[in-house]
């Protein structure tokens, strides 16, 4: 997997990103995590009463 750089776009925990990302840098690998997001999951975030650290829902 040397120089190659492995995508992520399924949703996880932030422990599993770390050790996707360890996994990849062990094989010389760069490693990019995300997720793609939905009208669904937008919506909900919008109706969460959890707040991120800067006011914000998340």
């Keep these: ?3 190659k750089v492995l995508v992520n776009l399924t ?3 932030p ?3 770390r050790e996707m ?3 990849a840098e062990v ?3 760069g490693h ?3 997720v793609i997001m939905t009208s669904s ?3 909900a975030i919008k ?3 959890i707040k991120g650290s800067n006011g914000l829902n998340r």
Excluded: V, Y
């Design 15 to 17: 422990k599993e990103a």
């Design 47 to 49: 109706r969460s009463p």
């Design 21 to 23: 990302a360890r996994w």
């Design 32 to 34: 990019l995590n995300g």
């Design 11 to 13: 949703i996880g925990t």
């Design 1 to 3: 997997m040397e120089g």
């Design 41 to 43: 999951m937008i919506e």
């Design 27 to 29: 094989r010389g690998a």
